[in-house]
Every structure is written in C-alpha cells, then in structure tokens.
C-alpha cells in the first residue's frame, strides 16, 4: 500500500473520520473512548477500494459475498454496550466480516477472539489486522454456531450476524456477569438484545431495532 493510502487523503482523512465521530456523537455515541476509536481507525481500508469515498459515511456497505460492514452508529453503539460497566477481559465476536468491529474493540479491550465462516473474508481481515499492525485478535476460520470453546469462557460475546435463535452453546460459554449482544430474529430488521449471566439464570432486556446479515450455517 503507498503512504497516502496508509495516511488517508481526501475522502478518506482524517478530517472526515473527525466529521464521522462528531455525527455518532450527535445521534447518541456519549462514549468518548469509543468516539476517539472511530477517529482512530481507517474504516476506508475495511472496504473496497471502489467505495472508499463512502467509507465515513454513517451507512453499512457491501465487502463482497452478500455480507456488509455494519453501520458505524451500529459498531459503535454496540461497543458501548459492552464497555459501559467493566472493560471485558475476554470478548468473542461472531461474525469478523470486513475486521471492522473487531479492529474497534481491540483498541479498548486486552484480546478479542472472533471467527468467520467464509474464508475469503477471514482471511482478508486477517492479512489488514497484520498490516495495520494490530495484534491483540485471535481469529478462527469455522461456524459461529460452536462458538470458541477452547478460548472461553467470555466476559462478552457479540453477534454480528442475526440468528433467529441464539444458539444454546453461546450461553454455555458466557462466564458469570458475562454479557451477550446479540440481533436476534428473522426478518428484514431484528431486535437487539442483551442476555447478561447471573447466578447461572440468563436475564434478557431489548435495546432497540438494528438491521443485520442472518447467521448462516457451515462454511463457504
Ligand atoms: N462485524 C462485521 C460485520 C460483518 S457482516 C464487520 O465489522 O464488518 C456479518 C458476518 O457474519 C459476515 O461476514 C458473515 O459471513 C458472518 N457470519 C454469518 N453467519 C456466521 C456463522 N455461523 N459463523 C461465523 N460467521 C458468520
């Protein structure tokens, strides 16, 4: 890649990340860590280079395979959430797509583990994840559905792809006070929802409407 690719000009400055945040921040961001991320993270070399101009746009945009990369205000509300009692130890991200929420979680916790069924994507996010130097993601090629158990157990674990049904060995690698993030539904948009383990029960509350890729099975 050449210097000003890596630096970013034009469209994909910093000034423009500068301008994403400040809009996050207006919707709703009040994390200011997580504002200082999304300055900090060149979100326009998780895209191709076609939609580059469109990468600090507050929309989710295609990365090929019929998948997308979320929606900033999605990314960084999700984060939020996660972070707003405890910094979580130990994260799991279902679903690493274009890298993008991973990169972001990495800047603010100690280690995220997150896996992905196409194999062109992981190993896309794995080769930027090297390039940008970033070195705190564990990723594993295989179906979100077993979840990570080896890693486990979780202080969070996201979704970022939308099961009609959170799959019960999810659960079964939540530690205690872990919290699991997760759109859950079938349709064209899905609840957001929080399943947080207490004293072995699961307590569930709804956050609001977000619009996700459905989780697949298998392979590709
Ligand atoms: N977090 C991603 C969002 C990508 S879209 C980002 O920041 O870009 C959701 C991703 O979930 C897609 O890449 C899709 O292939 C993946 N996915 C869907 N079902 C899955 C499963 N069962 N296991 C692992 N990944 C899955």
Excluded: C, K
């Excluded at 919707?27 to 990468?55: K, T, Y």
């Excluded at 100690?110 to 194999?119: A, M, Q, S």
């Excluded at 969070?156 to 959170?166: D, F, G, K």
Aim: net charge neutral.
């Amino acid at each position: 890649m050449d210097r000003h690719r890596r630096q970013g000009i034009g469209m994909t400055s910093r000034r423009t990340r500068e301008r994403l945040a400040g809009r996050l921040g207006d919707a709703g961001i009040r994390d200011v860590h997580v504002l200082n991320v999304i300055r900090q993270i060149p979100r326009h070399l998780f895209v191709d280079e076609a939609l580059a101009s469109r990468a600090y746009e507050d929309t989710a945009l295609p990365i090929g395979h019929g998948q997308t990369i979320s929606q900033p205000f999605v990314v960084a509300r999700m984060t939020e959430i996660l972070i707003r009692h405890r910094i979580p130890g130990r994260v799991l991200e279902i679903g690493t797509g274009s890298g993008y929420q991973a990169a972001v979680l990495a800047a603010l916790v100690d280690r995220v583990h997150t896996v992905e069924r196409i194999r062109a994507l992981y190993e896309r996010s794995r080769a930027l994840f090297r390039q940008l130097d970033i070195r705190n993601i564990r990723q594993r090629l295989s179906d979100g559905h077993e979840g990570w158990p080896a890693a486990g157990p979780f202080d969070a674990i996201l979704l970022t792809a939308a099961p009609v049904v959170i799959p019960q060995t999810l659960f079964d690698q939540l530690a205690e006070q872990g919290e699991l993030l997760a759109p859950v539904g079938s349709g064209e948009s899905q609840a957001l929802r929080i399943h947080r383990r207490v004293e072995g029960a699961i307590e569930t509350e709804d956050i609001e409407a977000v619009s996700f890729v459905p989780m697949l099975d298998g392979l590709e």
